[in-house]
């Protein structure tokens, strides 16, 4: 078996399989932000990415993808329901996004939690070359860090968390939160997003571990654990090339003739996750449309949706619900081909993606709760032309960096409203000062750097990523 220095534990593959639609099997590159984090720093450096591709049984054996060795992990058809459908997605995703659905506690789904992150561990401790670098991701693999440092104490290892880490009064709702914080302290270095996940962590360590913390180190047993806020990007110097592209510039015309070219098109691309925003969003267009602030023909929106997690009964719950009032708004407000919300549930390409930014005057980003978002760092890079307004969540990461957006909270639909207004009204000057603003420092805070700032941290002197 081929063994790296750099091993990336994910529980996604960067890949997934697909049918084409000339009936063909093939793989294609797995939405969602994290494979769109780590997949640019990887090609061309001797690095495996350990992962599940999808499916449930024997794991399928895949060629390298741009230089990365994939290391496939087999998921039953147990361990799929536990594990990513139950505790990753249906207890600890909604728990660190803020509950803002119930998160749901079964003990059967503790027990598949374990299994699956100890198959992930002895994995990565095969693909590991001797003082190997480990770099375990996001909520999926929290006791692999531990699990890993028992069977390897020779690697380093890194844990980083794409998603929130709440605040300890929710936190401490988790049945297994002792060894679930003992799992992630067996990194070398904790990552976040935010400080403010740092500080939660570190005081949860202390309060029920009794750990001695601060926002920067934990005491455990000899070894000091670093902790730190590593927000996530983009490559934007792929995206802006993209964007500039001649293909890409006159699909986005075309997409607006298609849209029957209207003044101004508001866009929203998300993952179908409750997570997001969606319904208030939609309510807050309808709601203008009603009031008589936007006319149909001059302002139509667009909400691309990609299909996510479809098992979880939550997910299904959340999709009903967007379908009906994306028809109800239709049917109330729309004309024969002229609807008021242009609704797609479907995986697009980049090059569809960066013609569907360069299309859109508004970007509507307005998540309740997310770790980072990197749809709204894609769209700020797309926007080569200075123009376009995004109209970002204060609950989004991206929004401790993007200060220059027109920033909402998503909860309040009367201050969305408002807000979605003023970017709809805003001056060309306005809007593109803001967005000179937010490109410059995406620039400068690329996914390139984010890597090596992770890395450099974790392994002081030559980063890996170099
Ligand atoms: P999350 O991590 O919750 O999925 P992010 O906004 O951080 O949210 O990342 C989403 C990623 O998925 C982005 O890179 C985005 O381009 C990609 N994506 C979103 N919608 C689609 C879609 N319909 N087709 C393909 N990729 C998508
Ligand atoms: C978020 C998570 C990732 C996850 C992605 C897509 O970005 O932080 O870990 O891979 O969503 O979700 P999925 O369930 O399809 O892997």
Redo the contacts with the bound molecule.
């Keep these: 078996m081929r063994q790296s220095s750099l091993v990336v534990v994910a529980n996604r593959l960067p890949v997934d399989d697909t049918v084409a639609p000339d009936g063909a099997f093939e793989w294609r590159?797995s939405?969602?932000?994290?494979?769109?984090?780590l997949h640019p720093i990887l090609h061309d450096k001797p690095a495996t990415w350990v992962g599940w591709a999808g499916g449930t049984g024997d794991a399928p054996t895949l060629p390298d993808v741009d230089g990365i060795h994939l290391h496939t992990v087999p998921l039953s058809a147990d361990d799929v329901r536990e594990h990513y459908e139950g505790f990753a997605n249906a207890t600890l995703w909604p728990l660190y996004h803020d509950a803002v659905e119930q998160p749901v506690y079964h003990r059967r789904w503790w027990e598949a939690y374990q299994r699956v992150n100890r198959r992930f561990a002895e994995a990565a401790a095969r693909a590991a070359e001797p003082d190997a670098v480990v770099w375990v991701q996001d909520y999926h693999l929290q006791l692999v860090p531990g699990m890993l440092r028992a069977l390897r104490p020779d690697l380093r290892i890194g844990f980083f968390l794409?998603?929130p880490f709440p605040p300890p009064e929710l936190f401490m709702q988790l049945p297994r939160r002792a060894e679930l914080l003992l799992g992630i302290l067996g990194a070398d270095l904790v990552g976040f997003q935010r400080s403010q996940a740092a500080h939660n962590f570190a005081q949860l360590a202390n309060r029920v571990l009794k750990l001695p913390a601060t926002d920067r180190r934990i005491a455990v047993d000899d070894r000091v654990v670093r902790i730190g806020a590593f927000p996530v990007s983009?490559d934007t110097a792929e995206m802006e090339a993209l964007a500039r592209r001649p293909e890409v510039v006159q699909r986005a015309q075309r997409l607006r003739r298609d849209l029957g070219d209207p003044q101004k098109v508001i866009l929203s691309?998300?993952?179908m996750?409750y997570?997001?925003g969606i319904e208030q969003r939609l309510k807050a267009y309808s709601e203008l449309i009603a009031d008589g602030h936007v006319k149909v023909r001059d302002t139509v929106m667009v909400q691309?949706?990609?299909p996510?997690r479809e098992r979880v009964e939550q997910y299904q719950i959340l999709r009903d619900r967007v379908e009906r009032e994306v028809g109800r708004i239709n049917g109330e407000f729309g004309r024969v081909g002229e609807p008021a919300v242009h609704y797609?549930n479907?995986?697009?390409?980049?090059v569809?993606?960066a013609a569907l930014y360069r299309a859109a005057d508004i970007m509507a980003?307005t998540?309740l709760r997310?770790?980072?978002?990197?749809?709204?760092k894609?769209y700020v890079a797309a926007r080569v032309d200075d123009a376009g307004a995004l109209v970002l969540s204060e609950f989004a990461g991206a929004a401790a960096e993007f200060q220059q957006a027109y920033l909402v909270n998503p909860h309040d639909l009367d201050g969305l409203k408002l807000t979605l207004m003023h970017a709809l009204e805003a001056s060309p000057e306005d809007v593109s000062s803001r967005m000179r603003a937010m490109r410059g420092h995406l620039r400068t805070h690329d996914i390139q750097a984010w890597a090596t700032s992770y890395l450099n941290a974790l392994v002081p002197g030559p980063s890996p990523a170099a």
């Design positions: 590159r939405p969602g932000g994290l494979v769109s984090a794409h998603v983009i691309v998300d993952r996750d997570t997001k691309v949706a990609v996510s797609l479907q995986p697009f390409d980049r569809e993606l980003v998540p997310d770790g980072m978002n990197l749809v709204a894609e």
